[in-house]
Structure formats: C-alpha cells, structure tokens
C-alpha cells in the first residue's frame, strides 16, 4: 500500500498569514497517462471532508484562490497565501493512483 | 441538487452484522464509481471500499476485506455496504462518497453527511 505522511499534524496560524503544509507519498503518483492522483481534503469541525486540490494543483469548484497545491512526484505541498477564520480544521492529503486508496494522517489548523 | 444521504448505521454487537445505504439523487447514478470512507472517533480518514460505474470493478481495505462487500443499484440509485463479523475497531463513521470518474481515481466531489456504527455489546 501507498503511504502517505504529512507535516506537520498540527498548525497554529495568525490570520492573514501564510501556512504550508506537506506531503510525501512513499511510491510515485504519476500514472503513465501524465496525471498524478494527489488531492487534499479538509474536514471542517462537525462537517464532511470536502474536496479542496485534484491531481495535485487544481482548485475545486468554489475553493478561494488563497489555496494552492504543488509538488510532482512523491513531495506535495498544500499552501493557504492568508489564512482566515473559516479555514480551520483538519486537511488531508490522499492518493487516488492506486486501490487501497490512502491518506495522511491529517494536519489540524488552527487559529492563533 | 447533488446529494448523497447514507443510512443503516447503529448499535450492534461485536460479531453480528449491518448493511448500510447509500441513496444518491441529482446525478446520472450509473456514471461513476462510489466509495466508503470511514472515521473512527476522534481519528482520521480510512478509504473502506470502492466500486466502479459498472461493478467491474471492487476494492477493499485489508482490515475490512473477506468480511464486508460493496455492492450498487444502478436502476434505483443506491449503493450499499454489507458488514459482516462486526469488531469494536469498525465503530466509526461511515461516509458515502461520489468519484468524479466512472473508475476510482481520487476525486471525491461529493460526500454524505455519514452514518455512526457502533460495535459493542
């Protein structure tokens, strides 16, 4: 099975300021047909995960412009450019290239 | 409206069984793959099981394989999850979610708001 770690597993951020988040997955993502399958949750308290970055750099539908994915690989990174009250909450990163299906261990963040 | 409404969850006791369902709405159903993910209390995600457009295709998580199976309705826009020898490690939450893909890829667009299994006696 594909491992995937995060870092850090929790975060305590000022609002307006930036937070980063990484992920590294112990096998490539990159499947032959150019795609890679790394996407990020978040899981806000009380609520469903909802989907935040497909295939590494694409924003969902609805997901503010704050958000960026990047990475190639097995080293992802989710950034958030200013962090706001409604971003708290645990994100995850998960790989979709092969079943089982996994995800990191989450990183919580929260607000300072 | 997209919407994914599971049921089915409850109190059962270790060994015993439980199906929970999946009723999907606002979508062309028989399109894409569905999946099960998993919260135990106070911890993260566990991909359980998925299925393709088709049922060509099924997977399971190694804790849950041999006991659990994942089966849809296309004609009725259900999916469901027969759990079989219940333990106490499967009480969690139980989300129902919807791949963007007619095959399991990842891309999880949509997700129900889950239903609580509680193994214990």
């Known amino acids: 099975d594909i491992v995937m770690t995060q870092t850090p597993l929790s975060l305590s951020v000022t609002p307006g300021q930036p937070a980063s988040i990484s992920c590294k997955s112990s096998q490539s993502l990159l499947h032959s047909n150019g795609k890679t399958y790394l996407y990020w949750y978040l899981q806000k308290p009380g609520q469903s995960p909802q989907l935040l970055i497909y295939e590494v750099s694409g924003r969902f539908s609805g997901v503010p412009d704050r958000f960026s994915g990047s990475g190639s690989g097995t080293d992802f990174t989710l950034k958030i450019s200013r962090v706001e009250a409604e971003d708290v909450g645990v994100y995850y990163c998960m790989q979709g290239l092969h079943l089982p299906t996994t995800f990191g261990q989450g990183t919580k963040v929260e607000i300072k | 409206e997209v919407q994914l409404v599971e049921s089915g969850g409850g109190l059962v006791q270790p060994g015993r069984s439980l199906r929970l369902s999946c009723a999907a709405s606002?979508?062309?159903?028989?399109?894409?793959?569905m999946h099960w993910v998993r919260q135990a209390p106070g911890k993260g995600l566990e991909w359980v099981s998925g299925i393709s457009w088709n049922s060509g295709r099924i997977g399971y998580a190694d804790s849950v394989k041999g006991r659990f199976t994942i089966s849809r309705d296309n004609t009725k826009n259900f999916l469901y999850l027969q759990m079989n020898s219940l333990r106490a490690e499967d009480t969690a939450l139980y989300f129902c979610t919807k791949d963007d893909y007619y095959d399991s890829s990842g891309y999880y667009s949509v997700w129900g708001q889950g239903t609580l299994v509680t193994v214990s006696s």
């Open positions: 606002g979508f062309t159903f028989d399109d894409y793959a």
